[in-house]
């Protein structure tokens, strides 16, 4: 599968100084689902920030679909193939109905009316929101704005989305669905993520950042029962994975 986005030695301060990237190299393939783990802070929000250009106006360590990231014009090409999904939904439903936050996207593309209303019931269909075109989104419970806001990027269509902790704030039943939506997308994906279950059940690949490096880069199950490489990272080891090990041993203990 061809790479889809490269990053080259990558270093990043905010203007008040503060390190939030170190040294990051990292190579996404076509179709991939990766999930970024890492304590609070560790950088995940900033690097997703960073490949689109948004904290950098030229983020020339960043190739995107083949397109190295030096010039302007390059990143505005790319920011039509490569969709963000923010952590808070509110920040990406600003419209007054669900049906002009959804249609937003495929207007600035340049679509006629009436392909842009079809992406629009597509994009509604695809995360169960059939119907929604005229309700208020700020009026929607948590799980209808994240599901909208997914929409405004299906919208698009991008090849490549990238997503801020999609599964934060939501019930069991909401994570559930949201997971299940995600795996249905059929673009490379880049998670942010504390929810280990979605990591389990869709990523390919775990990328581990803390403090602003990349400390690990493996098999989610690998990585997700290595205990000491998770407590040295500032995170814990999931609890029915722990569960889990601890049968297997007691199990092999047995027929020992
Ligand atoms: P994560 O998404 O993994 O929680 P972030 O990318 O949000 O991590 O943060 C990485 C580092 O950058 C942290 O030290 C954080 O405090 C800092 N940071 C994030 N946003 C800003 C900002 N706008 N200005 C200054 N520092 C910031």
């Known amino acids: ?121 597509q994009a509604l269909a695809a995360v169960g929101l059939e119907g929604f075109e005229r309700r208020v989104p700020h009026h929607l419970s948590t799980g209808e704005q994240r599901r909208a806001a997914l929409a405004t990027i299906y919208a698009m269509r991008p090849e490549i989305m990238l997503l801020d902790e999609p599964t934060s704030n939501l019930d069991p039943r909401g994570k559930k669905e949201v997971t299940q939506l995600l795996k249905e997308f059929p673009g490379t994906k880049l998670i942010a993520t504390h929810d280990y279950e979605l990591v389990l059940t869709i990523a390919d690949r775990v990328v581990l950042l803390h403090q602003g490096r990349i400390r690990a880069n ?11 490489l998770l407590q040295a990272n500032d995170l814990e080891m999931p609890m ?17």
């Open 1 to 121: 599968m061809a790479e889809v986005l490269r990053i080259d030695g990558l270093t990043f301060a905010y203007s008040n100084g503060t390190a939030a990237l170190a040294d990051v190299n990292l190579s996404v393939r076509e179709g991939e689902t990766v999930a970024f783990i890492g304590a609070n802070g560790a950088g995940k929000t900033t690097l997703f920030l960073y490949i689109l250009g948004l904290l950098r106006k030229i983020p020339r360590e960043v190739t995107v679909l083949g397109e190295a990231l030096t010039s302007v014009e390059a990143v505005e090409a790319v920011r039509s193939r490569v969709g963000l999904v923010f952590q808070n939904p509110e920040d990406q439903l600003f419209c007054t109905t669900v049906f002009d936050d959804v249609a937003f996207g495929p207007i600035n593309l340049g679509f006629d009316a009436e392909t842009v209303k079809g992406r629009v019931t």
């Open 218 to 228: 493996g098999s989610p199950e690998k990585i997700l029962t290595d205990e000491a």
């Open 240 to 256: 029915v994975l722990r569960y889990f090990l601890a049968l297997k041993n007691r199990a092999a203990a047995g027929n020992g």
